[in-house]
């Protein structure tokens, strides 16, 4: 079998076995879906916010390549530990941003929950992350769900691809975690969970 699913999964099995250069070959061939999903973070983020999809995908690169090599299995695990890799050096850079200006830097979200009339509203990029965390706690496969449905703007099926789960389960999780942070978002700091 050839083409970027396989030359991901060769170039996963190298950088585990110690071949430093194939983080890079990696992040190389997959430039394109990681410039993409940095693109969709970055969406979500204030406007003039002063990281370039490419620079995001650069210190992604950085980060993995001074890190021990994980432990992944093919092209789409490497992408959803790309997603939570990503969200975490964009809440320490709104972090910093945050500790210049001494304001809070806020994420506009539209979680769409019909049930309550949708919810449109802008939270610290912190108390997102803060609580994707606690969701990882207690769902950790919801709180991947929402990295790449909502972050990385994966459909259900390629969702479902990335995790190896069912497109039904994929739904049953998001409309979950959708609620759950819709919850945990509006909630008093002493209501959280």
């Given at each position: 079998?050839?083409?970027?699913?396989?030359?991901?999964?060769?170039?996963?099995?190298?950088?585990?076995?110690?071949?430093?250069?194939?983080?890079?070959?990696?992040i190389?061939?997959?430039?394109?879906?990681?410039?993409?999903?940095?693109?969709?973070?970055?969406?979500?983020?204030?406007?003039?916010?002063?990281?370039?999809?490419?620079?995001?995908?650069?210190?992604?690169?950085?980060?993995?390549?001074?890190?021990?090599p994980?432990?992944?299995?093919?092209?789409?695990?490497?992408?959803?530990?790309?997603?939570?890799?990503?969200?975490?050096?964009?809440?320490d850079?709104?972090?910093?941003?945050?500790?210049?200006?001494?304001?809070?830097?806020?994420?506009?979200?539209?979680?769409?929950?019909?049930?309550?009339?949708?919810?449109?509203?802008?939270?610290?990029?912190?108390?997102?992350?803060?609580?994707?965390?606690?969701?990882?706690?207690?769902?950790?496969?919801?709180?991947?769900?929402?990295?790449?449905?909502?972050?990385?703007?994966?459909?259900?099926?390629?969702?479902?691809?990335?995790?190896?789960?069912?497109?039904?389960?994929?739904?049953?999780?998001?409309d979950?975690?959708?609620?759950?942070?819709?919850?945990e978002?509006?909630?008093?700091?002493?209501?959280r969970r």
């Amino acid at each position: 079998m050839t083409g970027p699913n396989s030359g991901a999964t060769q170039l996963l099995r190298q950088w585990r076995n110690g071949d430093e250069a194939a983080c890079g070959e990696l992040i190389a061939l997959l430039y394109k879906e990681l410039r993409s999903l940095a693109g969709s973070y970055l969406q979500a983020e204030r406007e003039g916010h002063t990281l370039r999809p490419t620079a995001l995908v650069h210190e992604l690169y950085l980060k993995l390549a001074g890190s021990d090599p994980l432990d992944l299995k093919d092209r789409g695990h490497f992408l959803a530990i790309s997603a939570r890799q990503m969200r975490r050096l964009l809440v320490d850079h709104a972090r910093h941003a945050s500790a210049q200006k001494r304001a809070g830097v806020r994420v506009d979200l539209d979680f769409d929950l019909s049930a309550t009339g949708g919810l449109a509203g802008g939270w610290n990029a912190a108390d997102l992350s803060e609580a994707l965390d606690r969701l990882e706690q207690v769902d950790a496969r919801a709180a991947r769900i929402v990295e790449l449905r909502f972050f990385a703007g994966l459909t259900d099926e390629e969702t479902a691809a990335a995790l190896d789960i069912s497109r039904a389960t994929v739904r049953r999780d998001w409309d979950y975690a959708r609620a759950w942070l819709y919850a945990e978002l509006t909630a008093s700091p002493q209501d959280r969970r």
